[in-house]
Nanobody, 124 residues
Framework: QVQLVESGGGLVQAGGSLRLSCAAS????????MGWFRQAPGKERVFVSA????????NYADSVKGRFTISRDYTKNTVYLQMNNLKFEDTAVYYC?????????????????WGQGTQVTVSS
């Protein structure tokens, strides 16, 4: 099992930036795929971005391509989501997740470990 703790959410004006962090502990992370999902009020949890820990391959939802960047830091066992040019529609609770399945994963059911979530609110 891996434990995940997100941080970095907050309130920001449209056009601003935030960086989310996800600290992983409890097991080796080198074989994992790490993902970010978000859930707006009354809506389903949806894929935002993912990175294969070993190798660094990444994937993004179309809605965030060119604005968000996912990365990882081996020394800190931490995954980041840099969010630039934020829009009102980016407002959601953002969740970090870990998958033991091979390759980039974009579906909620493919992830077995989840963080508690961090709120991102973008004011228009």
């Amino acid at each position: 099992q891996v434990q995940l703790v997100e941080s970095g959410g907050g309130l920001v004006q449209a056009g601003g930036s935030l960086r989310l962090s996800c600290a992983a502990s409890g097991r080796t992370v080198s074989g994992l795929v790490m993902g970010w999902f978000r859930q707006a009020p009354g809506k389903e949890r949806v894929f935002v971005s993912a990175i294969i820990w070993h190798g660094g391959s990444t994937n993004y939802a179309d809605s965030v391509k060119g604005r968000f960047t996912i990365s990882r830091d081996y020394t800190k066992n931490t995954v980041y989501l840099q969010m630039n040019n934020l829009k009102f529609e980016d407002t959601a609770v953002y969740y970090c997740a870990a998958s033991t399945w091979g390759g980039i994963r974009t579906h909620v059911y493919e992830y077995s470990n989840w963080g508690q979530g961090t709120q991102v609110t973008v004011s228009s």
